[in-house]
Nanobody, 119 residues
Framework: QVQLVESGGGLVQPGGSLRLSCAAS????????MGWFRQAPGNQRVLVATITSGGSTNYADSVNGRFTVSRDNAKNTVSLQMNSLKPEDTAVYYC?????????????WGQGTQVTVSS
């Protein structure tokens, strides 16, 4: 099992910045990918950005060039630096960890942190 604890959400004006952080504990040695998803009211949860243990990143088109995902493997943390925020970035952001076991992939989720972009 992996437990994830997020921090860093809040209210920010359009054009502003926020940084989200997520700390993993538990069976962290088997985690091979961490990242962020988000869910706006009435919408499905969608990928924002992921990063593998080797440092390979993947971004949603809507955030590419504005958001940066980073990872500290030694501390088992993942962060999301969000710049040039837009009202459409408003959502609950969830930290995600994927680990590999002999039986396949397993996913863990944080509790979510609210990001609101509004003037």
């Amino acid at each position: 099992q992996v437990q994830l604890v997020e921090s860093g959400g809040g209210l920010v004006q359009p054009g502003g910045s926020l940084r989200l952080s997520c700390a993993a504990s538990g069976s962290v040695s088997s985690i091979n990918r961490m990242g962020w998803f988000r869910q706006a009211p009435g919408n499905q949860r969608v990928l924002v950005a992921t990063i593998t243990s080797g440092g390979s990143t993947n971004y949603a088109d809507s955030v590419n060039g504005r958001f940066t995902v980073s990872r500290d493997n030694a501390k088992n943390t993942v962060s999301l630096q969000m710049n040039s925020l837009k009202p459409e970035d408003t959502a609950v952001y969830y930290c995600n960890a994927r680990r590999t076991e002999s039986s396949g992939f397993y996913y863990s989720w944080g509790q979510g942190t609210q990001v609101t972009v509004s003037s």
